[in-house]
């Protein structure tokens, strides 16, 4: 199976950029979309096809993808990032829509 | 406004059923894939299934494969999940959500650009 890897948490001070990696074999060669979930509320696309980011969602976000790694960056961090952040491929192989572990993000 | 409403879900007995709904409204319901996702403590996000926009193509994770049906009714704009052989390990807080458009109609990289808030699954004796 395609497993995506994430860190099970990240914490920044507020006005500080954080970076959350998914990491797997040749994720380079895929599609990488991003969401946002904070608790009691609907999953928000943040950012799609590696590094697009969706009407509505600030410039702050941006996303890259190459080689093992994909990475989703938010420059200045606001208390209102605090969340979960999951990055999700379609795997070929499998024919499977697969999700990383995803990362608590904590804003200090 | 693009609105998913998410319903049926509940507390049931180990082997049991449930049959989720999600009500679309806001887009062209007939013209996208619908996906169901599920949040678990264990897993975090886990896609369930993918129901193309003819109703022709249905995929799934082999978790559920054999107990679980996807569905819809683009008269009524609706995407269901039929969940059978009910076990612990399915309780969870199930999502409805959009695929985004795609002009080829096979949309397989596609994010899923719009979420409802969630229906909550709990099997338990």
């Known amino acids: 199976s395609y497993d995506l890897n994430q860190p099970p948490s990240v914490s920044v001070t507020p006005g500080e950029p954080a970076s959350i990696t998914c990491r797997e074999n040749?994720?380079?060669?895929?599609?990488v979309h991003w969401y946002q979930h904070r608790p009691g509320h609907a999953p928000v696309l943040v950012i799609s096809y590696d590094s697009d980011r969706p009407s509505g969602i600030p410039e702050r976000f941006s996303g890259s993808n190459s080689g093992n790694t994909a990475t989703l960056t938010i420059s200045r961090v606001e208390a209102g990032d605090e969340a979960d952040y999951y990055c999700?491929?379609?795997?070929?192989?499998?024919?499977?829509?697969?999700f990383g572990g995803g990362t608590k993000l904590t804003v200090l | 406004e693009v609105r998913l409403v998410e319903s049926g879900g509940g507390l049931v007995q180990p082997g049991g059923s449930l049959r989720l709904s999600c009500e679309a409204s806001?887009?062209?319901?007939?013209?996208?894939?619908m996906t169901w996702v599920r949040q678990t403590p264990r897993k975090g996000l886990e896609w369930v299934a993918n129901?193309?926009?003819?109703?022709?193509?249905?995929y799934y994770v082999d978790s559920v494969k054999g107990r679980f049906t996807i569905s819809r009714d683009d008269a009524k704009n609706l995407v269901f999940l039929q969940m059978n052989s009910l076990s612990a390990e399915d309780s969870g807080l199930y999502f409805c959500a959009r695929v985004e458009f795609c002009s080829s109609g096979n949309c397989y990289s596609e994010a899923f650009d719009y979420w409802g808030l969630g229906t909550q699954v709990t099997v338990s004796s």
């Open positions: 999700q491929v379609w795997d070929l192989d499998s024919d499977h829509w697969v």
């Open positions: 129901i193309n926009q003819y109703g022709s193509e249905k």
């Open positions: 806001g887009f062209s319901f007939g013209a996208h894939w």
């Open positions: 040749i994720i380079g060669r895929k599609t």
